[in-house]
């Protein structure tokens, strides 16, 4: 009875020490991690914008 208490103790020790190390290195990691410019440029989203003027250049070029 006494090595099941020990166990169980070990088991539930092992799991707060492994789960506030990955706590600890999520806070970490979100406080240090910076997004650069060139990163912000290349994730920024595109114009949702459609330009008839060049649909109009395409429909002709392909009725040629």
């Given at each position: 009875m006494d090595s099941d208490r020990d166990l169980?103790?070990?088991?539930?020790?092992?799991?707060?020490?492994?789960?506030l190390w990955v706590f600890f290195?999520?806070?970490k990691t979100t406080k240090?991690?910076?997004?650069?410019?060139?990163?912000?440029?290349?994730?920024?989203?595109?114009?949702?914008?459609?330009?008839?003027d060049i649909v109009d250049v395409l429909e002709k070029k392909s009725a040629l």
């Amino acid at each position: 009875m006494d090595s099941d208490r020990d166990l169980l103790l070990v088991s539930v020790f092992t799991f707060l020490t492994v789960s506030l190390w990955v706590f600890f290195e999520l806070v970490k990691t979100t406080k240090t991690t910076t997004v650069t410019p060139t990163v912000q440029q290349v994730i920024a989203p595109f114009s949702s914008t459609l330009e008839t003027d060049i649909v109009d250049v395409l429909e002709k070029k392909s009725a040629l």
